[in-house]
């Protein structure tokens, strides 16, 4: 898109929303966004830009990580949606740091953070009051990411949500690859419980934020599940009638798993997820992970 097609939309009086990060789960919020918004989707990729076309958005290409490309965005839309993940590397977020120069004053801006910035747990149960305790440089990107927004908000006279999610997963995001290898999972005694929302679910969630939270709140955007780290990988494979993952002492399993993957399987929480139902007024779609399972292979079955 060229400076003149933004001049020109600017001018328009149809509220204008800018998604950084379109995603899989920013397609999922396209349909239900674009009727009421003038939709702006950011991405690096130029390949991505009749897709994201069709799917209603005006697309804009631009690179998170240089403040003079993301320059011309200031000003462009008066509520935004932060999808777009942290750097690789580091213990901040350099790209959320970049794009407050440009975020709009007094405006509305919903960020998909992570619960990993809870740390470990111990599988107990907790709300959006717990402090954050991040244990690795990937959550500690997070919370960077968190406190840096909430600064922008209060100097800026903004709304922020933010919604710490956990793991995502939708027909095409389930760990059916890893099954297939056979990766080792903990055995129970060792397990850790984890937390899942459908990526479906999490748009809506996204959505619904962009009305109805209250300023500079955190939300939990989690299902109903209650489920440990291996009982999901259970339930996926006798979903999809796979072998079931072998379960191994955690000690036999930290030689076998990369440190990446290890790191998912030190930390043990269980989320409340009330306040996105009170205050949001979130009915979940797939509120438990075994409903979205059914779903998906009721067509394999009836064939």
């Given at each position: 898109?060229?400076?003149?097609?933004?001049?020109?939309?600017?001018?328009?009086?149809?509220?204008?929303?800018?998604?950084?990060?379109?995603?899989?789960?920013?397609?999922?919020?396209?349909?239900l966004?674009?009727?009421?918004?003038?939709?702006f989707a950011v991405t690096s990729q130029a390949s991505r830009c009749e897709e994201l076309r069709a799917a209603g958005a005006v697309p804009l290409i631009a690179n998170l990580d240089e403040p003079a490309a993301i320059a011309r965005l200031a000003g462009l839309a008066s509520y935004v949606v932060h999808l777009a993940p942290p750097p690789s590397e580091g213990q901040e977020d350099r790209r959320t740091r970049n794009l407050t120069a440009i975020l709009p004053?007094?405006?509305?801006?919903?960020?998909?953070?992570?619960?990993?910035?809870?740390?470990?747990?111990?599988?107990?149960?907790?709300?959006?009051?717990?402090?954050?305790?991040?244990?690795?440089a990937r959550a500690k990107r997070r919370v960077d990411a968190e406190r840096v927004l909430r600064g922008w908000a209060r100097r800026s006279g903004s709304k922020l949500a933010i919604l710490r999610v956990p793991g995502i997963y939708a027909q095409d995001r389930l760990p059916l690859e890893r099954l297939n290898k056979g990766t080792p999972a903990l055995r129970d005694e060792d397990?850790?419980?984890?937390?899942?929302?459908?990526?479906?679910?999490?748009?809506r969630i996204a959505a619904l934020s962009l009305f109805r939270a209250k300023a500079c709140r955190v939300y939990h955007a989690v299902d109903d599940s209650d489920l440990k780290m291996g009982e999901y990988f259970d339930a996926v494979a006798d979903a999809f009638r796979l072998p079931r993952?072998?379960?191994?002492?955690?000690?036999?399993?930290?030689?076998?798993?990369?440190?990446?993957?290890?790191?998912?399987?030190?930390?043990?929480?269980?989320?409340?997820?009330e306040r996105i139902k009170a205050e949001l007024g979130v009915r979940l779609r797939?509120?438990?992970?075994?409903?979205?399972?059914?779903?998906?292979?009721?067509?394999?079955e009836a064939s």
């Open positions: 898109m060229k400076n003149n097609e933004i001049k020109f939309a600017r001018k328009l009086r149809r509220p204008r929303l800018l998604i950084l990060g379109c995603g899989d789960v920013g397609m999922r919020l396209l349909p966004v674009r009727r009421q918004f003038r939709v004053h007094g405006g509305m801006l919903v960020y998909i953070s992570t619960t990993g910035v809870y740390g470990d747990c111990g599988g107990a149960w907790i709300d959006e009051t717990r402090a954050v305790d991040p244990r690795n397990d850790v419980y984890t937390n899942h929302i459908h990526a479906d679910d999490l748009a993952a072998p379960r191994l002492p955690r000690e036999e399993l930290s030689r076998a798993v990369s440190p990446v993957l290890l790191s998912f399987m030190s930390e043990s929480r269980r989320l409340k997820n797939y509120s438990h992970v075994s409903e979205a399972l059914a779903r998906m292979t009721r067509p394999a």
